[in-house]
T-cell receptor, first 112, second 116 residues
Framework: GEDVEQSLFLSVREGDSSVINCTYT??????LYWYKQEPGAGLQLLTY?????DMKQDQRLTVLLNKKDKHLSLRIADTQTGDSAIYFC????????????FGAGTQVVVTP | DGGITQSPKYLFRKEGQNVTLSCEQN?????MYWYRQDPGQGLRLIYY???????QKGDIAEGYSVSREKKESFPLTVTSAQKNPTAFYLC???????????????FGAGSRLTVL
């Protein structure tokens, strides 16, 4: 099957920028997503990007997509303690709507 | 407020017992999904349903069963045939079609099942 890979852990100091990276293998990916999961909770959608875009900015969040290298990143500016969570990268294509392929998640810990 | 409600939040089961996890949504979404989450692994799709009275197996359907008798409800039964059922189970829903809405999942808060 198709794979989505992420590093498992990231530690960042409060106020710094966080960058979470993700690689995927499905060349027909249409949508790429970032979801956030706080402890003991479900996932909430943070942002998504179409595969024909290179970048998307939404307040403190910047998503960069390198389609050639199949690399997706999420940058969180001015990271706060409330940003501590697990961040999941996911992808889907036009044939697999709704059936997202998720990465293992990156645990982000923000230290004062 | 619209959303997805999963119950119970915590559930303990003895080996050999079947258990049913509830998932209800009031978002008027046609599609519903069940994912399983294990530590250090991504979410894996168990079953999904695009419409009432129809559902399909996902990647890890063995040992699970579902029903979709109402648009709002998509219960998951973890049967005794599931060899390693201890996990966090997440229900989700979405629109259908080919636009981005069909790919944006709304998740419930999850149910944690522990087999004793």
């Amino acid at each position: 099957g198709e794979d989505v890979e992420q590093s498992l852990f990231l530690s960042v100091r409060e106020g710094d920028s966080s960058v979470i990276n993700c690689t995927y293998t499905d060349s027909s990916s249409t949508y790429l997503y970032w979801y956030k999961q706080e402890p003991g909770a479900g996932l909430q959608l943070l942002t998504y990007i179409f595969s024909n875009m290179d970048m998307k900015q939404d307040q403190r969040l910047t998503v960069l997509l390198n389609k050639k290298d199949k690399h997706l990143s999420l940058r969180i500016a001015d990271t706060q303690t409330g940003d501590s969570a697990i961040y999941f990268c996911a992808e889907s294509n036009a044939d697999s709507w709704g059936k997202l392929q998720f990465g293992a998640g990156t645990q982000v810990v923000v230290t004062p | 407020d619209g959303g997805i409600t999963q119950s119970p939040k915590y559930l303990f089961r003895k080996e050999g017992q079947n258990v049913t996890l509830s998932c209800e949504q009031n978002l008027n979404h046609d599609a519903m999904y069940w994912y399983r989450q294990d530590p250090g692994q991504g979410l894996r799709l168990i079953y999904y349903s695009q419409i009432v009275n129809d559902f399909q197996k996902g990647d890890i359907a063995e040992g699970y069963s579902v029903s979709r008798e109402k648009k709002e409800s998509f219960p998951l039964t973890v049967t005794s045939a599931q060899k390693n059922p201890t996990a966090f189970y997440l229900c989700a829903s979405s629109l259908t079609g080919h636009g981005v809405g069909a790919n944006v999942l709304t998740f419930g808060a999850g149910s944690r099942l522990t087999v004793l």
